[in-house]
């Protein structure tokens, strides 16, 4: 059961604060993270310029979005399983892998959706 207090204005304003932390968290340890944001604040501007449409610059964000939030829940996995031990466990591997997979796969799509949108723009 929850906190009495914890509702209301006060939940949002503590889960804003933590929200806030992890970004710092993530800015601070991770390298990847500070990449794919970086990469993301370049291609914003590029996004806007190749979409032709409102519904194809969402796209484009979107995905460099999804990039961001697959790195915070990997590097979340990675924390947790570090905490546990840093000795290797097959499926501490396991888990880590997966995660990195995951970001693979969400930067897989970035490169699918712009080289559609570029190729419906200079070709279409």
């Given at each position: 059961?929850?906190?009495?207090?914890?509702?209301?204005?006060?939940?949002?304003?503590?889960?804003?604060?933590?929200?806030?932390?992890?970004?710092?968290?993530?800015?601070?340890?991770?390298?990847?993270?500070?990449?794919?944001?970086?990469?993301?604040?370049?291609?914003?501007?590029?996004?806007?310029?190749?979409g032709q449409t409102?519904?194809?610059?969402?796209?484009?964000?979107?995905?460099?979005?999804?990039?961001?939030?697959?790195?915070?829940?990997?590097?979340?996995?990675?924390?947790?399983?570090?905490?546990?031990?840093?000795?290797?466990?097959?499926?501490?591997?396991?888990?880590?892998?997966?995660?990195?997979?995951?970001?693979?796969?969400?930067?897989?799509?970035?490169?699918?959706?712009?080289?559609?949108?570029?190729?419906?723009?200079?070709?279409?």
């Open positions: 059961m929850g906190k009495p207090d914890n509702t209301g204005i006060m939940r949002a304003l503590r889960a804003a604060r933590f929200s806030a932390q992890g970004f710092v968290h993530a800015w601070r340890h991770e390298s990847a993270f500070r990449q794919e944001l970086t990469l993301g604040i370049i291609l914003t501007p590029f996004a806007l310029w190749l409102a519904y194809e610059r969402v796209l484009l964000i979107a995905c460099l979005l999804l990039v961001l939030i697959v790195e915070l829940l990997n590097s979340a996995v990675e924390a947790a399983i570090d905490r546990v031990g840093k000795e290797h466990h097959e499926l501490s591997g396991r888990a880590k892998d997966l995660g990195s997979a995951a970001v693979f796969v969400s930067l897989a799509l970035v490169l699918l959706v712009w080289s559609a949108v570029a190729w419906s723009r200079f070709n279409g």
